[in-house]
């Protein structure tokens, strides 16, 4: 993995971070949206546009790979080096967030966490 | 198709601007007629259908001077994703624009990009289609402008003067069309950057009223602002000589307008170094109007709006004790370099000084 993909995904967009998420397992575009959506509870809603650029650059910077092809209906797969980027990622994450807690003391945002 | 006469519509109907489009096909639905086919970009064929609550979208798929793989094919794969996603291609006109249409969903994203950035990209596409135009424009404006040059100077040409004359009005044809391009790019990539909710709330409002007027003295305007909030029509923008008032209670308010020329002529009479900006050739430095808002909200005004560095309006209730900034007198001075720029002003006067010196230039010879 080169340094300037880390850079680009380190920190990731939320809505990539969930995308890559979804197709740890083989998902087409309206399974990713509707995964995403169930998980986030409605939070993130992708529309046909984030999703169409985000696959696009992920499958440019090999970060997914198109494992099945239908009438135009392409199912999507996380790679190894995808797998290895969102595992970064979620140790960044989880570092940021002890931080958090740190400064603002642990316990309290727990039940809301994810939520706004 | 076999259709009867009552079942489809052809209307022919010409929209700038692509979100009033958007809605108008949106109401369309609403009554009962689904899009068809849109020609030249300005006739609409409908279909007849019960009515239902479709949304509609419009993408262009142009390509870059050395496309990539993906560039290729982005328009087969978008179209695959938006399928995939409960859009339909209804069809595309002349000029490549693809409409799309999808049963409006609560709660779901009704639109084709729900993100900023996605949005900032469509809308830079569709600017600089405009902007390619307007270079093929200058092109030919150029050639033409060359051609017709040659032949006003070639003899034996006279049988053909009508080219020169040709060439002329063309290339000014031609300038007009490339305002026209320039302005309307502009317009798409300011639009098209928006949700059509936010661009519904920004411009879209029904309460919002516009009104072309030419007033050519500071208390004329006043009066004339004042008057209006009396109907209950308050200015909430505003341009050269066009007001956007939005409705409202009506209310006894003063307006006051505030321009360079002003808030020097108070600094002066205050001691203090007026704002002088040798460099500033074009009128763009606004270092009085950070000035102008400092004493203007001191003195109890609120801010209305702005015309670039030109001028500021103010608005305070009556009876709130705001005093005015300006001296009364200068409430009969005309506007021209605070409406129109002092940029404006400059060109004009050279324009004029060269035209008496050219009409000397061509009477002594």
Not at chain 2, 191 to 215: I, P
Request: aromatic residues 12%.
């Amino acid at each position: 993995m080169t340094e300037a993909l880390l850079k680009k995904y380190r920190p990731m967009t939320e809505t990539t971070y969930y995308t890559l998420l979804a197709v740890t397992e083989p998902r087409h575009g309206y399974a990713i949206m509707q995964f995403v959506s169930r998980l986030t509870e409605g939070r993130i809603r992708l529309g046909t546009g984030t999703l169409y650029t985000m696959t696009g650059r992920l499958m440019e910077d090999g970060l997914i790979d198109i494992v099945s092809q239908q009438n135009g209906k392409k199912t999507y797969q996380i790679t190894e080096m995808g797998r290895e980027v969102l595992r970064l990622e979620t140790e960044r994450l989880e570092y940021q967030l002890d931080n958090g807690l740190e400064i603002l003391g642990k316990g309290e945002p727990k039940d809301g966490a994810g939520q706004k | 198709m076999g259709q009867d006469k009552n079942d489809t519509k052809k209307v022919f109907k010409w929209y700038i601007s692509l979100m009033k489009e958007r809605l108008w096909l949106e109401e369309q639905s609403k009554k009962g007629w689904l899009l068809r086919d849109v020609t030249m970009g300005v006739f609409y064929t409908f279909d007849k259908s019960g009515p239902v609550h479709m949304v509609y979208d419009v993408e262009r798929f142009d390509l870059s001077k050395n496309p990539t793989k993906r560039e290729i094919e982005e328009k087969t794969d978008l179209m695959d994703m938006a399928v995939e996603m409960g859009w339909k291609t209804v069809c595309h006109d002349e000029g490549q624009n693809y409409y799309l249409a999808k049963p409006y969903a609560e709660g779901e994203i009704n639109e084709l990009y729900d993100s900023p950035e996605d949005r900032a990209r469509r809308a830079e596409r569709y600017r600089s289609f405009f902007m390619t135009k307007v270079q093929l424009f200058i092109w030919i404006d150029i050639l033409i402008l060359l051609l017709g040059i040659c032949f006003y100077y070639s003899p034996g040409t006279e049988e053909v003067a009508w080219f020169s004359a040709f060439s002329m009005i063309y290339v000014a044809v031609c300038l007009i069309l490339c305002i026209i391009f320039l302005r309307w790019g502009n317009l798409y990539a300011k639009e098209l950057r928006l949700s059509l909710d936010e661009w519904t709330a920004l411009y879209g409002r029904n309460d919002m009223m516009a009104v072309r007027k030419v007033v050519l003295t500071i208390g004329g305007l006043e009066r004339f602002l004042e008057k209006k909030a009396q109907e209950g029509y308050h200015v909430k923008d505003m341009r050269i000589f066009r007001y956007f008032f939005s409705k409202g209670e009506p209310g006894q308010y003063s307006y006051m307008m505030d321009t360079r020329y002003l808030t020097n002529k108070r600094r002066k009479k205050a001691g203090a170094g007026v704002f002088k900006d040798e460099k500033d050739w074009e009128g763009c430095n606004n270092d009085w109007q950070v000035q102008s808002l400092r004493e203007a909200e001191a003195a109890g005004w609120e801010f209305v709006g702005a015309v670039e560095s030109r001028n500021i309006l103010y608005r305070a209730e009556a009876g709130s004790g705001a005093v005015p900034l300006n001296d009364e007198r200068y409430k009969k001075g005309i506007r021209i370099t605070s409406a129109f720029g002092g940029m404006a002003v400059f060109v004009v006067v050279c324009g004029l000084v060269g035209a008496v010196i050219g009409g000397i230039v061509g009477a002594l010879m």
